[in-house]
């Protein structure tokens, strides 16, 4: 049995996974910044930074706790190196080149986007490569072919904003506070998802995705809805029906665009299964949506219980554990990777 510790600091998440042979997690603990960063309706990289270095003292004290057992019960260390917040990276690679070189540990350095996908195995032991990977988060909008370890083709990518980035910003927009997601969500439960029609971009990329139109979209309703008339404050809309029509319609068009690249990819890969990461990947509606295509299309859809979708210490670890079997392991001398991107 082989026994990793991952350490996962790429935005406001402080987390420490503790997982054996790459799939049995025995801990995955989880300290979020997201309040300190609620007030300015989006994550603040200094403060991410700063509070990685209050906390991951504790977040490894509860992961060891969770998981009964010591540093010395640890075969070896992960880390995620990229892509993510610069400073916020730092810390956690600092932090694990640290315990690898106090506890004589290997060192294994991972691409935080292969660790998303990696949840869905972990989710779903006996599902095998290929797959479609879809991966929608606040910082990540990703379609990529997965063929197995390390063997990745990226097909599309968002051209502007993050889909996640996209409802935070609506929801801004809607008064509804940060993070966005989860409100919408909710709310768009009341809402028409047909009431108005906003666009779904197109691109000449197939594959590639854009949300910046969809956004400015429900800005221009917003100031020029009709009840309230040259008002450019969207806050004079006090009718919760309609917040949660353009809601539900913002939502909709949003999930739209997903699942038709999403589709698309399946179709010219002759790929039928897909696993979706991200925190994104908790929309009920993608879910839902998801799930219609798959009993219509035959295809396989891997969603991870909600904990393995956010940021997590357990995915790091798990991903780790093939790059360990074959060796690849990590110098003291790395440094974080903002820029690195399936690999
Ligand atoms: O993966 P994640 O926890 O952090 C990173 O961005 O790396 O994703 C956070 C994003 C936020 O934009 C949040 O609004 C969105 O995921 N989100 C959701 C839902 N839950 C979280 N978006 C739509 N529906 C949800 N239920
Ligand atoms: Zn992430």
Redesign the pocket.
């Known amino acids: 049995m082989t026994r990793i510790l991952g350490i996962e600091t790429?935005?406001d998440?402080t987390a420490i996974g503790i997982v054996d042979d790459g799939l049995s997690i025995r801990a995955n603990a989880v300290a979020t910044s997201l309040a300190h960063h609620a007030p300015y309706g989006g994550v603040i990289p200094e403060i991410a930074a700063r509070l990685h270095v209050e906390t991951i003292w504790d977040v490894l004290s509860q992961a060891l706790s969770e998981a009964a057992c010591t540093l010395d019960d640890v075969d070896a260390i992960a880390v995620t190196q990229g892509p993510g917040l610069p400073g916020a990276l730092l810390i956690g690679v600092a932090f694990a080149k640290g315990l690898a070189l106090a506890m004589d540990k290997p060192l294994i350095a991972v691409d935080h986007l292969a660790a998303h996908l990696h949840a869905g195995e972990m989710a779903q032991p006996g599902l095998k490569p290929p797959y479609i990977g879809l991966l929608v988060?606040?910082?990540h909008t990703l379609l990529c072919a997965a063929y197995g370890e390390g063997k990745f083709e990226v097909l599309g990518q968002t051209r502007d904003d993050a889909v996640?980035?996209a409802?935070?910003k609506v929801a801004k927009l809607l008064g509804l506070g940060y993070?966005?997601?989860?409100p919408?969500?909710r709310l768009s439960e009341e809402g028409k998802a047909d009431r108005i029609a906003f666009p779904r971009s197109s691109s000449k990329l197939p594959m590639d995705f854009s949300f910046s139109g969809l956004k400015t979209a429900v800005y221009q309703h917003l100031t020029t809805a009709k009840n309230a008339p040259g008002v450019k404050e969207v806050q004079r809309i006090h009718d919760r029906q309609a917040i949660a029509d353009v809601a539900a319609s913002f939502q909709e068009a949003a999930v739209d665009m997903l699942l038709t690249r999403a589709l698309r990819a399946c179709q010219r890969t002759g790929i039928h299964q897909v696993v979706i990461g991200?925190?994104?990947a908790?929309?009920?509606r993608l879910r839902g949506r998801f799930a219609d295509a798959a009993a219509s299309k035959k295809l396989h859809v891997v969603f991870p219980p909600p904990a393995l979708?956010?940021?997590n210490g357990a995915m790091v670890a798990g991903v780790a554990f093939s790059r360990l079997q074959r060796g690849e392991l990590a110098s003291l001398s790395i440094t974080a990777d903002p820029d690195r991107c399936l690999t």
């Open positions: 790429s935005c998440e988060s606040g910082g996640g980035e409802f935070d993070p966005g997601g989860p919408i969500d991200g925190g994104v908790s929309n009920s979708c956010v940021d």
